[in-house]
T-cell receptor
Framework: GIQVEQSPPDLILQEGANSTLRCNFS?????LQWFHQNPWGQLINLFY???GTKQNGRLSATTVATERYSLLYISSSQTTDSGVYFCAVEQPNDYKLSFGAGTTVTVRA | NAGVTQTPKFQVLKTGQSMTLQCAQDMNHEYMSWYRQDPGMGLRLIHYSVGAGITDQGEVPNGYNVSRSTTEDFPLRLLSAAPSQTSVYFCASSYGGVEQFFGPGTRLTVL
């Protein structure tokens, strides 16, 4: 099956700092999503981004499908950004999401 | 819209007991699926359905059964619970295989 690798595994930030999370995948995909899992365990949809660039407030994401990677940018980080960020991909005609292992982000005040 | 709902939120079982985790969605989504999340790991697919009456196995299906009699509901059954099934279970749905939406999860402990 498709392999999804996220880096770095852990990230510690000072409040106000910017950061970039990366997701590499091993095969063609027709769906790529970024999720934030908050400390209460809830999975929150951040972006549905099989290709291109999207922005939502302080977060933005870029997927370069031809090179099989996606980036999630967090700007001016806040303590509420803490949690685990997952990248998940879906292959054509598969309807199943394959998840990376996640990046654990800790933002310190 | 309530989105994707799951019940119960928490459950403790003894080894060998059976139970059903409920999942419902009110978005008229064709696709529904069940994932489990173990500590420090991403989610792994258990079973999925592409429409009423159609189900298929995912990555880790052993010990679990599903059925899809309606578009709205997709219950997950544990026939004989084992400690290895201690996990957090998430249900998800989507329309047309695009963006998937997840329920709040069920935290299951098997003693």
């Amino acid at each position: 099956g498709i392999q999804v690798e996220q880096s770095p595994p852990d990230l510690i930030l000072q409040e106000g700092a910017n950061s970039t999370l990366r997701c590499n995948f091993s095969d063609s995909v027709n769906n790529l999503q970024w999720f934030h899992q908050n400390p209460w365990g809830q999975l929150i949809n951040l972006f549905y981004i099989p290709s291109g660039t999207k922005q939502n407030g302080r977060l933005s994401a870029t997927t370069v499908a031809t090179e099989r990677y996606s980036l999630l940018y967090i700007s001016s980080s806040q303590t509420t950004d803490s949690g685990v960020y997952f990248c998940a991909v879906e292959q054509p005609n598969d309807y199943k999401l394959s998840f990376g292992a996640g990046t654990t982000v800790t933002v310190r005040a | 819209n309530a989105g994707v709902t799951q019940t119960p939120k928490f459950q403790v079982l003894k080894t060998g007991q059976s139970m059903t985790l409920q999942c419902a969605q009110d978005m008229n989504h064709e696709y529904m699926s069940w994932y489990r999340q173990d500590p420090g790991m991403g989610l792994r697919l258990i079973h999925y359905s592409v429409g009423a009456g159609i189900t298929d196995q995912g990555e880790v299906p052993n010990g679990y059964n599903v059925s899809r009699s309606t578009t709205e509901d997709f219950p997950l059954r544990l026939l004989s619970a084992a400690p290895s099934q201690t996990s957090v279970y998430f249900c998800a749905s989507s329309y047309g295989g695009v963006e998937q939406f997840f329920g709040p999860g069920t935290r299951l402990t098997v003693l």
